[in-house]
């Protein structure tokens, strides 16, 4: 079936440093992708969706400065957490619908992100 | 925001059947029922989804009362691996945003 792949899975750098998530549909088109972030023993918060050329949609609260979302292509989005630091460690998951076949959202396995 | 309501947790014997109730009085005529869960550290897992019609599929069934106020879940033979948890969303359709409430954390027990 379809899957939504996410890449590195895990990842931990210094405070200041940014640092780029890629989310990719492995066998389907997917003009919509959203983005989440998850903090221990919570639920998934819903952060932007980010849609193929053109800006992507900020949930309320959420800086569109500090995260910036990319979708250059049918197939991949990036979310980029500019000068990461410690209170921006979080788990990152991506999500994409299969609107051609109207397939349910598939989920990424998410990026455990920790900044020191 | 979400407008679902589960209980924060659930145990259930192994074996047994695991029952997993969602209220959502808001729903609109035109939202669908999803049901996903997530095992610790992994992203969310589609189960099923309905819109007023009950749905049965390997994994487990939906049941979605009359009035579309609220549906159940039902694992029907709890193992170990479905520790996990499990949440109910509501949504016109799978191209729209998903906002998730807290979910319902289910242990099965040996």
């Known amino acids: 079936g379809a899957v939504v792949s996410q890449h590195p899975s895990r990842v931990i750098c210094k405070s200041g440093t940014s640092v780029k998530i890629e989310c990719r549909s492995l066998?389907?088109?997917?003009?919509?992708m959203f983005w989440y972030r998850q903090f221990p023993k919570k639920s998934l918060m819903l952060m932007a969706t980010s849609n193929e050329g053109s800006k992507a949609t900020y949930e309320q609260g959420v800086e569109k400065d500090k995260f910036l979302i990319n979708h250059a292509s049918l197939t991949l989005s990036t979310l980029t957490v500019t000068s990461a630091h410690p209170e921006d460690s979080s788990f990152y998951i991506c999500s994409a619908p299969d609107l051609g076949s109207n397939q349910p959202q598939h989920f990424g396995d998410g990026t455990r992100l920790s900044i020191l | 925001d979400a407008k679902t309501t589960q209980p924060p947790s659930m145990d259930c014997a192994e074996g047994r059947a695991a029952n997993l109730p969602c209220n959502h009085s808001t729903i609109s005529g035109n939202e669908y029922v999803y049901w996903y869960r997530q095992i610790h550290s992994q992203g969310p897992q589609y189960i099923i989804h309905g819109l007023k019609n009950n749905e049965t599929n390997e994994m487990a069934s939906l049941i979605i009362t009359e009035d579309r106020k609220s549906s159940t879940l039902i694992l029907p033979h709890a193992t170990l691996r479905d520790t996990a948890v499990y949440y109910c969303i509501v949504s016109p359709n799978t191209g729209n945003q998903f906002y998730f409430g807290t979910g319902t954390s289910l242990t099965v027990i040996p």
């Open positions: 066998d389907f088109q997917a003009t919509t």
